[in-house]
């Protein structure tokens, strides 16, 4: 097999090879570390390689295989993590020049359950600073989209989402507040999943909006993200806000299929999309259906009132976050986009944050209502395509701040699918984007999937379905570039 097959295998396919020998964990991170000299210079998806500390890991996996301790799918599997999380001995910088010197003395805690898991960790991924999206400058260069090096691979997780589809890891972890995961699958044709809010540590990774944060894996396919997932959860002493219940076995369910089950297709997340999205997102519908899921279109109005309730709520967390001596004391050292958000979360005053709490809740309330009668909600990940690469900012005065910061105009649209996605970020449900086709310009569409609060079992039940009826998720960028 060549070494570029191998490289875009799924991690359970890798893991197959692996444990069966007839493949070793250092001949897979060595064709990843390849790789990465060959492609990363157009890409820009690492901040930082670890390619000694990989291989060194990899003749420990492939001892311990050897000698018959194999711990599962991720023995010897290539993982690289967003620039957000701690990895002992390596600079968290938040993708900001800020935090360049600031090496973390431990592993957070999913970058250790991923070791324990017998993962191999490949080194940070370019983020948005802050994860806070629309940066302009980042660490190293503007990360590019594979399958266009002029588009962006989505943010904030964009290191996250381009090495994955480009082949240069098995699998990765983003960040996800507000869609991070989810944009930057669907942009990439790869599968990205938020977990349940407290499903995930957070001990160990850097804030954006402590009630909406959380890590999470983008891989090849939904079963990988099961895997991944499988690795990670679990209640930790470290983050009092992890969820105690047990942890199920994500993969248990994954051939059920979903017959029978109650799919809604939510009206509000169809408006004001491209229409190569909506086709897709309706064509992936009817494939659900011919599985045998009861698939009925469904209204929610509160999606329409998501994005300023949104803005205001991450906006204001992370400026709290920021405000002391780092936003007052290193101002022009920030991006100029993540400045301008910054200083606008600042001012906002507390009776519009108080009213964006009240809309959250009766968000949550609309939510809760609809998942009693449905096990899964879909809609799409993105408008469209990935978008061109920005140049500029779009802000250049307190209007432009109001309208595209605060969504208080039509700007961005009420009802888009970015709205989808904050909707459910908002909320604390799981939700997965999955590649569901592409537009006229042949860039990847997603679709999202959410389900009920610690509904992750579902979620992967009826993405797998899906995936198996279909083959998007099997295509890779033609990277004519490379």
């Known amino acids: 097999m060549r070494d570029d097959d191998i490289a875009l295998l799924t991690i359970r396919e890798q893991s197959r090879l692996i444990e069966s020998r007839r493949l070793s964990a250092v001949e897979l991170t060595k064709v990843y570390l390849a790789r990465i000299e060959r492609l990363d210079g157009k890409l820009h998806a690492f901040n930082a390689v670890l390619a000694d500390e990989a291989i ?13 301790r194999y711990r599962g799918p991720l023995h010897g599997i290539p993982i690289a993590a967003k620039d957000q999380m701690n990895i002992k001995g390596v600079p968290n910088t938040g993708g ?5 010197s600031n090496v973390a003395a431990e592993d957070a805690t999913i970058i250790a359950r991923l070791r324990q898991a017998g993962a191999i960790i490949l080194g940070t991924l370019a983020t948005h600073e802050f994860h806070m999206g629309t940066t302009l400058r980042f660490l190293k260069a503007y990360p590019a989209n594979p399958w266009d090096l002029s588009r962006t691979p989505g943010g904030s997780s964009a290191g996250s989402g381009s090495s994955v589809a480009a082949g240069l890891a098995s699998g990765s972890l983003g960040g996800d507040t507000g869609g991070s995961i989810r944009g930057p699958a669907g942009f990439n044709n790869i599968a990205g999943l938020r977990p349940t809010w407290s499903r995930l540590s957070r001990a160990g990774i850097f804030t954006l909006a402590w009630s909406m944060d959380t890590a999470g894996p983008l891989a090849r396919s939904a079963e990988d993200c099961a895997l991944m997932l499988q690795a990670m959860a679990g209640y930790d002493p470290a983050d009092p806000t992890t969820a105690s219940e047990p942890v199920p076995d994500y993969t248990a369910g994954l051939n059920d299929g979903v017959k029978g089950m109650r799919i809604g297709l939510v009206e509000e997340m169809l408006e004001e999309i491209e229409e190569d999205t909506r086709k897709a997102v309706e ?15 469904i209204s929610m109005p ?26 007052q004391g290193h101002y022009a050292d920030f991006d100029y986009n993540t400045r301008v958000r910054l200083m606008v979360g600042t001012v906002l005053p507390s009776a519009l944050t108080t009213l964006a709490m009240r809309a959250r809740a009766a968000l949550a309330a609309e939510v ?40 208080s105009g ?16 908002l909320t604390g449900n799981p939700a997965i984007s999955l590649p569901c086709g592409f537009d006229c310009h042949g860039l990847p569409l997603g679709l999202q999937l959410a389900a009920r609060q610690l509904g992750e079992t579902t979620l992967f039940q009826a993405s797998h379905a899906y995936q198996q009826a279909t083959d998007w998720h099997k295509r890779h960028p033609p990277m004519s570039w490379a």
């Open 368 to 407: 809760l209502d609809t998942f009693d009668r449905y096990a899964i909600l879909i809609g799409p990940t993105n408008n469209g395509g990935a978008t061109p690469i920005p140049t500029e900012s779009g802000v250049h005065s307190k209007a432009d701040a109001a309208s595209k910061l605060l969504w």
């Open 410 to 425: 039509t700007a961005g649209g009420a009802g888009t699918a970015a709205a989808a996605r904050n909707a459910f970020s």
């Open 96 to 100: 900001s020049r800020v935090y360049l």
């Open 302 to 327: 509160m999606v329409k009132k998501v994005r300023p309730v949104h803005s205001a709520i991450v906006d204001t967390e992370a400026a709290s976050y920021h405000r002391g001596k780092l936003l």
């Open 56 to 68: 060194e890991a990899a003749h420990a996996a492939d001892a311990e295989i050897a000698a018959g």
């Open 283 to 297: 064509a992936a519908a009817d494939v659900l259906k011919t599985l045998g899921a009861r698939v009925e279109r």
